[in-house]
């Protein structure tokens, strides 16, 4: 059964970090691309980065440029995003989910986990 958990939020203040991960079931990471994206309240899910496969080609929404960084431990099966200089406007749920190839269309991935919570406040 495919399928993605992730972990690693919690309740940070701005200007904070915090690492996420996205562990992997049922398939192989590095044969496809795994995005992460993230849902703040009352707002539709949006993505936030999303990783190549093979090659590892990082991709980045504008908001999050230059403050997040997305990787992966192909050993560990897992996708990482590391958040840095965090805002109130980072809060929300963050998700993982794959797709081929990376995408910013919620309709092209699959497999979504149950998300994390990630809230940026003093």
């Known amino acids: 059964q495919l399928q993605f958990v992730e972990s690693g939020g919690a309740l940070v203040q701005p200007g904070g970090s915090l690492r996420l991960s996205c562990v992997a079931s049922?398939?192989?990471?590095?044969?496809?691309?795994i995005g992460w994206f993230r849902q703040a309240p009352g707002q539709e899910r949006e993505g936030v980065s999303c990783?190549?496969?093979?090659?590892?080609?990082?991709n980045y929404r504008d908001p999050v440029k230059g403050r997040f960084t997305i990787s992966r431990d192909n050993a560990k099966n897992t996708v990482y995003l590391q958040m840095d200089s965090l805002t109130p406007e980072d809060t929300g749920t963050y998700f993982c989910?794959?797709?081929?190839?990376?995408?910013?269309?919620?309709?092209?991935?699959?497999?979504w986990g149950r998300g994390t919570q990630v809230t940026v406040a003093s």
């Open positions: 990783i190549e496969p093979r090659d590892g080609i990082s």
């Open positions: 049922g398939f192989t990471i590095p044969h496809y691309a």
């Open positions: 989910a794959v797709t081929l190839p990376c995408s910013w269309r919620e309709i092209d991935y699959d497999y």
